[in-house]
T-cell receptor, first 109, second 116 residues
Framework: GQNIDQPTEMTATEGAIVQINCTYQTSGFNGLFWYQQHAGEAPTFLSYNVLDGLEEKGRFSSFLSRSKGYSYLLLKELQMKDSASYLCAVMDSNYQLIWGAGTKLIIKP | GAVVSQHPSRVICKSGTSVKIECRSLDFQATTMFWYRQFPKKSLMLMATSNEGSKATYEQGVEKDKFLINHASLTLSTLTVTSAHPEDSSFYIC????????????FGQGTRLTVV
């Protein structure tokens, strides 16, 4: 079966760095997405990786290793507004998005 | 950037009535749109894939006759919750893919449905 694993909850301190990991097992691979979702709102796009390596976008970076079925989202200089759920999703060979359960990130002052 | 607009954002309806939710891609053509349901503190659950000009593909366990999907044009898909019951109360979200150099799935704002 298809499976996406990410931690349920993480806590970090304002101004620090946090890494949210995502491992996946899917039938085929057409890219991995990271989304941010605040409570009661629709997800917002953060990144899309289809090739191995690190992509940096401001305070957020995303890494992919296809051979290991592994990705991480790195958040730097954490701000209180970064408190949200972070969703990892993989597009399989049928171009369907398989969603992880999300990681709730709690930022403390 | 590309935008997907979903309407209404909130709706309260009586048990037994039907509710229609619209999802529009505003500046691109979306041959495929996806409808999700999300329970509190849970991840997105794919309900169905809506394909323009053809029948929707429903996920296992989703009742086709209860959740009617119509994708009549390249910019509009609708989800109708028929004979709604309190257990249908949920957050419904649509999304559409835009395939180009910056492939991305754009989400509508979501619809909070409450059935009383």
């Amino acid at each position: 079966g298809q499976n996406i694993d990410q931690p349920t909850e993480m806590t970090a301190t304002e101004g620090a760095i946090v890494q949210i990991n995502c491992t996946y097992q899917t039938s085929g691979f057409n890219g991995l997405f990271w989304y941010q979702q605040h409570a009661g709102e629709a997800p917002t796009f953060l990144s899309y990786n289809v090739l191995d390596g690190l992509e940096e976008k401001g305070r957020f970076s995303s890494f992919l290793s296809r051979s290991k079925g592994y990705s991480y989202l790195l958040l730097k200089e954490l701000q209180m507004k970064d408190s949200a759920s972070y969703l990892c999703a993989v597009m399989d060979s049928n171009y369907q998005l398989i969603w992880g359960a999300g990681t709730k990130l709690i930022i403390k002052p | 950037g590309a935008v997907v607009s979903q309407h209404p954002s909130r709706v309260i309806c009586k048990s037994g009535t039907s509710v229609k939710i619209e999802c529009r891609s505003l500046d691109f053509q979306a041959t495929t749109m996806f409808w999700y349901r999300q329970f509190p503190k849970k991840s997105l659950m794919l309900m169905a894939t809506s394909n323009e000009g053809s029948k929707a593909t429903y996920e296992q366990g989703v009742e086709k006759d209860k959740f009617l999907i119509n994708h009549a044009s390249l910019t509009l898909s609708t989800l109708t919750v028929t004979s709604a019951h309190p257990e249908d109360s949920s957050f419904y979200i649509c999304s559409a893919f835009k395939w180009d150099l910056n492939t991305e799935a754009f989400f509508g704002q979501g619809t909070r449905l409450t059935v009383v």
